[in-house]
């Protein structure tokens, strides 16, 4: 199936379906997003990458392009890639498996190594892994070659983690491709569910999961907080 450019839907989509389907729904669907010291930091980061540093730069065998539109209307996905690495090809590659490709005012062939950037530490899930396999996906679409493996650079511990798109990371990316398109067009969100990971998510004070637990019904929960927002303070009368 193919996609239309109209259809294409947020690259970033996935990633945020694969944290949680809820806050996916919440952010391309309600249309909700909320900042905390988490995504402020992020949004910073990618701003440096994106803003503070040329489109294009050459260092010897490495030319390095940062904000690149990216899309794939097989996965219907849209997105900019934070950075992306041509490295210069020294190896001949069989038939039928290119891998490299002419970048214009630069001589040779050149491999394509998408590196994207998180402000945290690697994490349990594989969501930053999709989002990286997503860009890998629609540059092979692009550029018509084969991108076998990319990284992801986390600020925390200012290192790269090395990624390899193998069948299994490539199945699990097109799925969420899907998921999150059915996800759109079905325009409900699910329901909360209370995890150890929602502490690190900017909308939690939007998703209240705690009111959706089965030991507490939502009308509880609200009465709960607003009793705790009446209640007096130190030099109330």
Not at 8 to 17: A, C, D, T
């Amino acid at each position: 199936m193919s996609f239309s450019e109209e259809e294409l839907l947020p690259l970033s989509g996935v990633q945020h379906l694969v944290f949680c389907e809820r806050q996916a729904a919440l952010i391309h669907v309600e249309q909700v997003w909320a900042d905390n010291a988490l995504t402020v930091d992020g949004a910073y980061r990618h701003h440096r990458v994106h803003e503070n540093a040329p489109r294009r730069e050459r260092r010897g065998d490495l030319v390095i392009v940062r904000g690149l539109s990216l899309h794939s209307f097989e996965l219907g996905l849209a997105g900019v890639a934070d950075v992306v690495e041509f490295h210069r090809s020294s190896t001949a590659e069989p038939p039928g498996q290119a891998r490299s490709v002419r970048l214009p005012g630069a001589t040779g062939l050149w491999t394509p190594f998408p590196v994207e950037y998180k402000r945290g530490r690697p994490k349990p899930h594989r969501a930053d892994e999709v989002q990286l396999c997503a860009q890998a996906l629609c540059l092979e679409e692009m550029l018509g070659v084969s991108v076998p493996e990319g990284a992801l650079f986390y600020g925390k511990e200012q290192r790269r983690v090395p990624v390899v798109f193998d069948s299994e990371l490539r199945t699990l990316t097109r799925n969420a491709a899907r998921r999150f398109r059915e996800l759109v067009e079905a325009g409900v969100t699910p329901p909360a569910v209370k995890e150890k990971k929602c502490a690190s998510c900017s909308l939690l004070p939007l998703c209240m999961p705690e009111a959706m637990t089965g030991r507490r019904s939502a009308r509880r929960y609200i009465r709960a907080s607003l009793d705790r927002a009446l209640l007096p303070t130190d030099g109330d009368p």
